[in-house]
């Protein structure tokens, strides 16, 4: 993994995160690219965990950028975001459309980035299941 986490295309990537969390608009526009690349690749179709991982950090930075989720660290946001970014690039430390391989990096940032933020994501997931609209941000 530390070959993907490494590369410059994933500092690039987390460079880019930087300035997307400081126009949370961008990463609107952000989920919008990434809807249409999952839709087009059905090989995630095949490995339903890691589609489950993408639609968890993008409901997650929904709830972000609408002021209703705020009690997650920047690191992870920052992390999350820049996988993301990682993983709309369609060239990238292995370029998406070498068939069969192309997805092989990205699904390896995704496991690792999962791991890295487990814990925030599963304080997420327990605010969703509460059925939490907003946070009180006095809680931080």
């Not at 999952?38 to 490995?47: E, I």
Request: charged letters at 25%; hydrophobic letters at 45%.
């Amino acid at each position: 993994m530390s070959l993907v986490n490494h590369s410059i295309y994933y500092r690039l990537a987390l460079t880019k995160a930087k300035e997307y969390l400081a126009n949370p608009e961008r990463i609107s526009v952000l989920a919008q690219k990434l809807k249409t690349k999952m839709q087009r690749q059905r090989v995630y179709d095949a490995v339903s965990e890691v589609w489950d991982m993408l639609h968890c950090f993008l409901r997650l930075l929904n709830a972000y950028v609408k002021g209703r989720y705020r009690k997650v660290p920047v690191q992870s946001l920052l992390m999350m975001i820049a996988c993301l970014i990682y993983f709309a690039m369609v060239v990238d430390l292995v370029p998406d459309f070498i068939t069969g391989l192309g997805l092989l990096d990205d699904v390896a940032l995704i496991k690792w980035t999962w791991d890295a933020v487990k814990n925030d994501i599963e304080a997420f997931r327990q605010w969703e299941a509460n059925g939490e609209t907003t946070q009180n941000l006095s809680d931080d």
